[in-house]
């Protein structure tokens, strides 16, 4: 059985950082595109950032130059990286699984796990 | 960046309606169009992708329709478990981008 499940959200001040876990199941995220979608309380998705199952990288220009996403092959772990946190950052992080050869196409996602920016 | 907007932001129905939710896209993403259904303080689901096929276990009350720049999603005999939010999603180019998101709600 597929399943995501991350961890690592919590309440962080301004500037700060964080590293979000995602740890997988039933799929090797090394073998797939696993993407970060986020949402802000009460609004909509955003798509954050993507690993291709080659190894590169690709983030919205929003997060671009301060988080960072790998992976763990051992470990069958996803991360997210996000230093010089900001208000705006504050929302609900997902990580998604791409359906096939398209990595924009989300099939699994976790349960998230929320980041609260504020001092 | 391409602009998804749905219409309308919610909706009231009743248990048995036929409910159809629109997705527009600010330019042409072919067929490149995913749905997803979302439920309080739970994760999206993918419902359908590239505008009509349904995800496996989806029921076949849920059908897509349409490409270029304008989408439908209906739902034929709503059922309990159908009342969340939907949103579109468009795959076709970087970065992919979500509408804003239809509540149905029970009337």
């Known amino acids: 059985e597929v399943q995501l499940v991350e961890t690592g959200g919590g309440l962080i001040q301004p500037g700060g950082s964080l590293r979000l876990s995602c740890a997988a199941s039933?799929?090797?995220?090394?073998?797939?595109?696993m993407s970060w979608v986020r949402q802000a309380p009460g609004k909509g998705l955003e798509w954050v950032s993507v690993?291709?199952?080659?190894?590169?990288?690709y983030y919205a220009d929003s997060v671009k130059g301060r988080f960072t996403i790998s992976r763990d092959i051992s470990k069958n772990t996803l991360y997210l990286q996000m230093n010089s946190l900001r208000a705006e950052d504050t929302a609900v992080y997902y990580c998604?699984?791409?359906?096939?050869?398209?990595?924009?196409?989300?099939?699994?996602w976790g349960q998230g796990t929320l980041v609260t920016v504020s001092s | 960046d391409i602009q998804m907007t749905q219409s309308p932001s919610s909706l009231s129905a009743s248990v048995g309606d036929r409910v159809t939710i629109t997705c527009r896209a600010s330019q042409s993403i072919s067929g490149f169009l995913n749905w997803y259904q979302q439920k309080p303080g739970k994760a999206p689901k993918l419902l359908i992708y590239?505008?009509?096929t349904l995800q496996t276990g989806v029921p076949s009350r849920f059908s897509g329709d349409g490409s270029g720049t304008y989408f439908t999603l209906t739902i034929v005999g709503l059922q309990p478990d159908d009342f969340a939010t939907y949103y579109c999603q468009q795959s076709y180019s970087a970065p992919p981008t979500f509408g804003g998101g239809t509540k149905v709600e029970i009337k």
């Open positions: 690993i291709y199952s080659g190894g590169s990288t």
């Open positions: 998604a699984r791409g359906l096939g050869s398209s990595w924009s196409l989300f099939d699994f």
């Open positions: 039933g799929f090797s995220v090394s073998d797939n595109y």
């Open positions: 590239t505008a009509s």
